[in-house]
């Protein structure tokens, strides 16, 4: 038979913190609470619709994935969501504006960027991840580094006709000097 008194210590401190541990809890929470009297539940989080026409995307995705590529790409390309998704004039916001239709595929901006993502799976799967101890796979910011378009490349000055500093260095091993123009 147990002792009662090597059981209730314990469970009288258990009581205690977990006394304790409500307070904090509630006290935390309460500049958040519902007006007095009210217990109104918090309103439920925001869930996006399945997507419907998905084509390059793996299907299973849920709609809050979706969103967050989506997200992603926005911040990639430095652009908006109506950069690739058609208004739907007969779906009005609040606010008076159309809301976008993201099934709809009339921008051409939608195939460009389905045909990107392709060719980004691809370079990842058949080129980048035979690198060895490849660790940074490519995104739509490699390329796009927050513009719609990619901007050219203009290398740093130090690298384009200064060859003062990488004699020292070497060249690699049979490689002609560099022309002179
Ligand atoms: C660079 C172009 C581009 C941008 C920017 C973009 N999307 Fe998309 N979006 C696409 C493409 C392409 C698809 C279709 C993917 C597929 O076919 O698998 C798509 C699909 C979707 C879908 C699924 C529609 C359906 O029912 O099939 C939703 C929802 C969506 N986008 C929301 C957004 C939101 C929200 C934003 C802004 C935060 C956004 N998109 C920005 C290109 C873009
Ligand atoms: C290997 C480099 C590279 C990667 C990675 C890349 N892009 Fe592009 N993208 C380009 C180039 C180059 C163009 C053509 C730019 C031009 O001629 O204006 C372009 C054009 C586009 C365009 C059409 C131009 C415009 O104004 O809207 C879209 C949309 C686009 N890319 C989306 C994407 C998305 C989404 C991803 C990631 C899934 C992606 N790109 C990844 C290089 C890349």
Not at 10 to 20: D, F, G, K, Q, R
Not at 42 to 50: I, Q
Not at 57 to 80: C, I, N, R, S, Y
Not at 92 to 110: I, V
Request: net charge negative; proline share 14%; glycine share 6%.
């Amino acid at each position: 038979m147990k002792k009662i008194s090597s059981l209730s210590l314990p469970a009288a401190v258990t009581a205690l913190l977990i006394a304790a541990l409500f307070a904090v809890t509630t006290a935390a929470q309460a500049p958040q609470s519902s007006p007095p009297g009210g217990s109104a539940p918090p309103p439920p989080p925001h869930v996006a619709p399945k997507p419907t026409n998905l084509k390059v995307l793996p299907k299973d995705m849920t709609g809050d994935q979706v969103h967050e590529l989506m997200h992603k790409w926005e911040a990639d390309l430095g652009t908006e969501c109506s950069h690739c998704h058609t208004p739907d004039p007969n779906n009005l916001a609040p606010n008076g504006k159309p809301r976008l239709n993201f099934a709809d595929d009339s921008k051409k901006e939608k195939s460009t960027a389905r045909l990107m993502y392709k060719m980004v799976e691809d370079i990842n799967t058949s080129y980048v991840s035979m690198v060895e101890n490849s660790g940074e796979p490519v995104t739509c910011g490699t390329c796009h580094r927050g513009h719609p378009s990619p901007e050219p490349f203009v290398a740093p000055p130090e690298h384009d006709h200064d060859h003062e500093h990488e004699h020292h260095e070497g060249a690699p091993e049979g490689q002609k000097p560099p022309i002179p123009h």
